[in-house]
């Protein structure tokens, strides 16, 4: 699962340079989506400052991409506080913010069975994390009067999915509304704000998941139209075109990114 994906055209397409002298934070940076879009980013030529809570594969993520690594937790105020800081201090603007770092839902994710505590554990970090990311990002891009800031959500924010994730679903579809409405509310500054919707992607979250549960992969693939998952390079791809002037008049939408499936 983890060769180059033929289909994946996206990996092989030629990369434009749409990003030179801009500062883009990405959060779970160290992994996956992050770690792919990190990648795209730096290929298009910004500054990227790699945030994740795994020192190990953010410092690596960031050594791979020329850029820097800020050891933080998404669901700490005082670190993401430090984080976007250093952005600026660093390359003197903050122009993108990838707030993508998030945990795939508990075991048995049902409301009949999921407690409290996992609920709110899942909600911090899904969530929580994107309201102090978006709020220590904006007064930068204010001071700009520029800036593209994306959430990752997922395409489960969109629909049911009766592979029973309550918590997970939940703290999605907050992205999604949040998005929309911090969109809205700084548009006439000159910043937009858009939602990532991701169908299933080929990623450690996935595989972690679908380990524990084989039938699940084979359940997902029945509903995805294009008949696989997608690669992370794939959903970088989306995120470069979300942070880049192209997407100028694309505005706290719910950017999906899904194969399909939403469709179907
Ligand atoms: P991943 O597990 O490969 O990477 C997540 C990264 O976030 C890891 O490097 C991890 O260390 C970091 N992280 C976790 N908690 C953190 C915290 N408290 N502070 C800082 N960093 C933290 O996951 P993947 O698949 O790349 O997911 C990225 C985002 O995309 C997540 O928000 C996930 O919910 C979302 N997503 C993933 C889909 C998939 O199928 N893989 C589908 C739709 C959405």
Not at 137 to 155: D, K
């Amino acid at each position: 699962m983890t060769q180059a994906n033929p289909e994946d055209t996206a990996a092989a397409a030629p990369v434009c340079r749409r990003l030179i002298g801009r500062t883009a934070v990405i959060t779970g940076a160290g992994s996956g989506i992050g770690l792919a879009t990190a990648r795209r980013l730096a290929d298009e030529g910004a500054h990227v400052v790699c945030a994740d809570l795994d020192e190990r594969t953010g410092k690596a993520a960031a050594e791979a991409v020329g850029g820097t690594f800020v050891h933080a937790d998404v669901t700490s105020p005082e670190q993401v506080e430090a984080l976007f800081r250093t952005a600026n201090d660093t390359y003197g603007s903050v122009d993108i913010a990838f707030n993508n770092a998030g945990i795939s839902p508990p075991d048995d994710d049902s409301i009949l069975t999921t407690g409290l505590e996992a609920w709110k554990r899942v909600q911090e970090v899904n969530l929580t994390s994107v309201y102090l990311c978006c709020k220590a990002a904006l007064p930068y891009m204010r001071a700009q009067g520029r800036g593209s800031i994306i959430n990752t959500a997922s395409f489960v924010a969109r629909m049911g999915a009766a592979t029973s994730q309550i918590s997970y679903t939940a703290s999605k579809g907050g992205v999604l509304a949040m998005s929309r409405e911090l969109g809205v509310q700084f548009a006439r500054e000159g910043i937009r704000v858009n939602a990532l919707c991701p169908g299933p992607v080929n990623t450690p979250l996935l595989r972690e998941l679908f380990a524990k549960d084989p039938e699940r992969a084979a359940r997902r693939l029945v509903h995805i139209p294009l008949g696989r998952f997608a690669e992370a390079t794939e959903i970088a791809a989306a995120v470069a075109f979300l942070a880049s002037d192209d997407s100028s008049f694309v505005n706290a939408t719910d950017f999906l990114v899904d194969g399909g499936i939403s469709g179907a």
